[in-house]
């Protein structure tokens, strides 16, 4: 079954979502530990979701594409869930990410 561009849009958009909404579930996972294990985290995120709308022209601030990932603002978010970073977590990241 050939999948067209609409179906394959909307299929995108709903994995998109369900990493959204199991990232804001997962509050004990820390940025810090997402990029160092995967390479990227919530903030990438939303700067390409930032990156996206630019693209196409819709307006949308840094704070507003935040907001869309973590389900709050940033700064309420980090206040809430975000530990200090351990030095090692600073170190494997320095190592693992030097353009970050």
């Given at each position: 079954?050939?999948?067209?561009?609409?179906?394959?849009?909307?299929?995108?958009?709903?994995?998109?979502?369900?990493?959204?909404?199991?990232?804001?579930?997962?509050?004990?996972?820390?940025?810090?530990?997402?990029?160092?294990?995967?390479?990227?985290?919530?903030?990438?995120?939303?700067?390409?979701?930032?990156d996206a709308a630019d693209a196409k022209g819709v307006a949308m601030t840094k704070d507003e594409s935040?907001?869309?990932?973590?389900?709050?603002?940033?700064?309420?978010?980090?206040?809430?869930?975000?530990?200090?970073?351990?030095?090692?977590?600073?170190?494997?990241?320095?190592?693992?990410?030097?353009?970050?």
């Amino acid at each position: 079954m050939a999948i067209d561009d609409k179906i394959q849009t909307e299929l995108e958009a709903a994995a998109f979502r369900r990493l959204v909404d199991h990232l804001r579930g997962r509050t004990d996972v820390q940025n810090i530990d997402l990029m160092n294990l995967a390479g990227f985290c919530r903030n990438c995120l939303s700067n390409w979701l930032k990156d996206a709308a630019d693209a196409k022209g819709v307006a949308m601030t840094k704070d507003e594409s935040r907001e869309a990932i973590y389900g709050m603002p940033y700064e309420t978010w980090k206040s809430l869930h975000q530990a200090e970073a351990k030095p090692e977590q600073i170190e494997a990241m320095k190592k693992a990410h030097s353009g970050h």
